[in-house]
Structure formats: structure tokens, C-alpha cells
């Protein structure tokens, strides 16, 4: 079902979080379902498809099953919209040494060396004022690169090769994104520029948040197409595999299929739109409403549901093969991940890993394991908080990926796809739980 082409493109319309979750809403339109407001009454029925954003870029979808919810529980699949990166300040511009830059301080955990030196522009939110008065959001990404952040010469840092490279985040990290001295700064070149490209009076720009972003399109890579190489695969493919098998889901259907699509992962969730917060699970209440008490309708759905918490897995890489538990070294275009720690830093419990197993069996796909060597802290992501907020039964599981959290990582041509077939099965409902 899924094309390699259908996730380059998803993955160039999703710069940022509020692009990614624009962007699914688009597709999710297209496939015929319908956008609810959370402030409205919502009269859902068996077959209904779905989608609800929260904060402009957090998403839940799903289709309403024929069967209950407290009878059949849900198939539950979450992943995270935000990838690491630098954003700008309020108060963005300055001069210095006849140089204009920009102020950005960092989100997440990005690899800060890879920023530099690569053709950066801007993307994010406009707020504007409409022309009958209040506020309305749109979205911008300008097109050329405007902004760099410039290496030092080898010729001024003579050990970087052998010391490694050291960043201040607040001095180092600044780009350049112009010439001039503070008179040049009063011109308003970049609001004008923000205002040209969303297509809005420049005098109508309330206020901006936006991020820095590689101007360079995802692509296929490798002597035979093995690769992608891209920005954002941490966890946009997870979002687009998401998506690709809620779409592809027959309706109607027996049990009630949903997607979370979480922004604010990787600054630890905590926010009115992220998984830590009401968003699933107030969704999940107002499809409970069928009986007399809906909570206890949601108690009984949840106690029957299982959740598929993708998001991306590390493969071995060739020349850190080290890094990785010996027994446990994911490969590139071989299969969905199944990640397992002893920690609990992922939800995966022996009943949910075999029934993903079963699910992959069904779907007749490969999968492969991976757990974090005994003597290197572990990662984690939005599944041991769900599991936690929603108390539901919980896998972790991936596609394989190089260099996470790089401005530009590395994912094979087929694990999206491969992603998306296990979501499919999992979603389908056809497996049931360990009883
Ligand atoms: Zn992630």
C-alpha cells in the first residue's frame, strides 16, 4: 500500500510539528474522515472515521468500530510529531561584528555538530490578524536558505579532529543571516519576507514561533535505492506508517482503531498536547459513550485495548558496531524493532511483544529486537507514558534508523512500509490479547 515516493512527500511537508500534523490532516481528509473540534458535542457512530487536533500539532484519528468499545477494547497505535532542532528566540535578530544573526536556543536533544554548515531556512507559525477582527494561525516555510551556521576553520581550531568538537549552546550556535549594524536590523527584511510567504499583510504578523530547518529535500540514497535520507525520520516514519495503515483499514470494522500522533516528545511530553497529557484519553472517553457510564464504559475498553508505541529503533551501525548488545543488532530494510528493556525506559511486557509477534506472523512480516547494551543508559519515548497515564497493554516497536536526532538520519527504502503492514495487522484486530 505504501509507496516510497508518498513518504518523501510527507516527510518535505512536515518541517515542523504543525506541518507534520497539517499535513496528516490533509491525507486523513482525503480519505474521507472528518475533522472534530474538541469544543463541540461529537455523535459519532460504528464506521465514523476521524480526527481531532489539539494545539495545532498533536492529532488523534481513528474509525469507530461496530463492536463496543467495553466489549472489544481498541487498537491503539502513538507516535511523536517533534524532532529535535533549534528555535528562535522572541527576540530573534541582533548585530555583531557587521554580521546579523539569529538568537535560537535548542529543543531536545538534537547532534548539535551536525547543524553546521548546512543550508538553513525557517518554518513554523504565523499568527495573524484577520481582517474582521481576532486572531487566526497560519503556517510558513520560507524557501531559500537564508540562515548558516558557519564551522570554524581548521586553520583556528587545530585539534577539532582529535578533541572532537565542542559547541557552546549559547555562543556557537547562533547562525548568520545577513550583513549590517543595528540599522539594517530595523528594516523588518525577515517579517516581510514571513508575510510574502504565507501570503498575509505584513502589518497583519501579531507574532511568530519558528524554527530552523534544512532546506535540502528528503531522497533516496544508496548504489540500488536502500536508503532514505532525511530530517525528521525520528518519528515522522512512524507517523506516516500510522497513518498509511489507519487509512487502509476496511470499513466498517469490528473493533475501533485509534492514532495518536503526540507533538512535544522530545522535551519530555509534558504539555497540554503532548502523551502525557488528557488529549487520548479524553478521546478515548467520548467514543465510550453508548452505555449509561462512560468512565466505566473507558475502564472496561481500556482493560481489553493494546497500544503500539512506534517510534524509531537503533540499527548497527558498521562502524560502531560495538555500541550494540551483540545478540541485538537491528538491520536496515530487515523488519520492524520490538524494544525491550529490563528498566521499564520501554513498555514492552512479554505478552505485548508476542502479540506483535503474532500480529507480524499473521501479516507473514519479519521483525527483530533490540535492548540497549548492559552498560549504556537506555533512551525511552511516549510508550512507557501512555501505558502509565492510560494503564493499557503496551509495545514498543520501530523501524530502524541511523544516526537519531542528526539534522539528516538515515532509515531503509522499505522499513517505512514494513512499519506500516505491522501497524495494519496490529490495528485489524484479528489478534487478541494474552488472556
Ligand atoms: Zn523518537
Not at 473507558?298 to 485495548?305: E, H, I, M, Y
Not at 529490563?342 to 500480529?359: K, M, P, S
Not at 537506555?378 to 523501524?399: E, F, K, M, N
Request: charged fraction near 25%.
Amino acid at each position: 500500500m505504501t509507496s516510497i515516493d508518498d513518504l518523501l512527500a510527507f516527510l518535505a511537508a512536515s518541517p515542523t510539528a504543525a506541518h507534520a500534523v497539517a499535513e496528516s490532516a490533509r491525507r486523513l481528509t482525503e480519505a474521507g474522515f472528518k475533522q472534530l473540534d474538541e469544543r463541540d458535542a461529537w455523535k459519532l457512530k460504528a464506521g465514523d472515521a476521524f480526527f481531532v487536533v489539539r494545539g495545532g500539532s498533536s492529532l488523534v484519528a481513528g474509525v469507530v468500530g461496530k463492536k463496543a468499545p467495553a466489549k472489544n477494547g481498541f487498537r491503539l497505535v502513538g507516535a511523536h510529531t517533534d524532532v529535535p532542532g533549534l528555535r528562535l528566540k522572541p527576540r530573534d535578530r541582533y548585530a555583531h561584528e557587521g554580521y546579523l544573526q539569529l538568537g535560537v536556543e535548542v529543543y531536545g536533544g538534537p547532534i548539535l555538530a551536525t547543524w553546521l554548515d548546512r543550508d538553513l531556512t525557517l518554518a513554523g507559525r504565523l499568527i495573524v490578524r484577520e481582517k474582521g477582527g481576532g486572531l487566526a494561525e497560519t503556517l510558513v516555510r520560507l524557501a531559500t536558505p537564508i540562515c548558516r551556521i558557519p564551522s570554524l576553520a581548521i586553520h583556528l581550531n587545530r585539534q577539532v579532529n582529535d578533541d572532537g568538537l565542542k559547541l557552546d549552546k549559547q555562543k556557537h550556535l547562533p547562525p548568520i543571516c545577513g550583513l549590517g549594524d543595528q540599522e539594517r536590523l530595523e528594516v523588518g527584511v525577515l517579517r516581510q519576507a514571513l508575510a510574502e510567504a504565507a501570503g498575509v499583510e505584513a502589518d497583519d504578523l501579531v507574532e511568530y514561533r519558528l524554527d530552523l530547518v534544512d532546506v535540502q529535500p528528503p531522497a533516496l540514497g544508496g548504489l540500488e535505492n536502500e536508503f532514505v535520507f532525511a530530517r525528521g525520520i525520528d518519528n515522522l516514519v512512524s507517523c506516516f506508517a500510522a497513518l498509511e495503515a489507519l487509512t487502509a483499514l476496511p470499513r466498517p470494522r469490528e473493533t475501533t482503531a485509534v492514532i495518536a500522533l503526540f507533538d512535544s516528545e522530545e522535551v519530555g511530553s509534558d504539555t497540554a498536547r503532548g502523551a502525557s497529557s488528557t488529549f487520548l484519553d479524553v478521546v478515548l472517553e467520548r467514543l465510550c459513550q453508548a452505555g449509561k457510564n462512560p468512565r466505566e464504559e473507558l475502564t472496561r475498553a481500556l482493560a481489553q485495548s493494546l497500544l503500539a508505541s512506534a517510534d524509531g529503533a537503533h540499527a548497527v551501525h558498521p562502524n560502531y558496531a560495538d555500541q550494540h548488545d551483540p545478540r541485538h543488532k537491528p538491520r536496515l530494510n530487515s523488519g520492524p524493532v520490538i524494544k525491550v528493556n529490563a528498566g521499564e525506559r520501554y513498555a514492552t511486557t512479554v505478552a505485548t511483544q508476542a502479540y506483535l509477534q503474532e500480529c507480524a506472523e499473521l501479516a507473514g512480516l519479519p521483525v527483530q529486537h533490540f535492548v540497549q547494551r548492559s552498560d549504556l543508559p537506555c533512551g525511552t519515548t511516549i510508550g512507557p507514558l501512555s501505558a502509565t497515564r492510560l494503564g493499557v497493554a503496551t509495545v514498543d516497536v520501530g523501524a530502524p534508523m541511523l544516526s537519531m536526532h542528526s539534522i539528516r538520519e538515515t532509515t531503509g527504502a522499505a522499513d517505512a512500509r514494513l512499519l506500516a503492514e505491522l501497524l495494519a495487522a496490529h490495528l485489524g484486530g484479528e489478534v487478541g490479547l494474552v488472556r
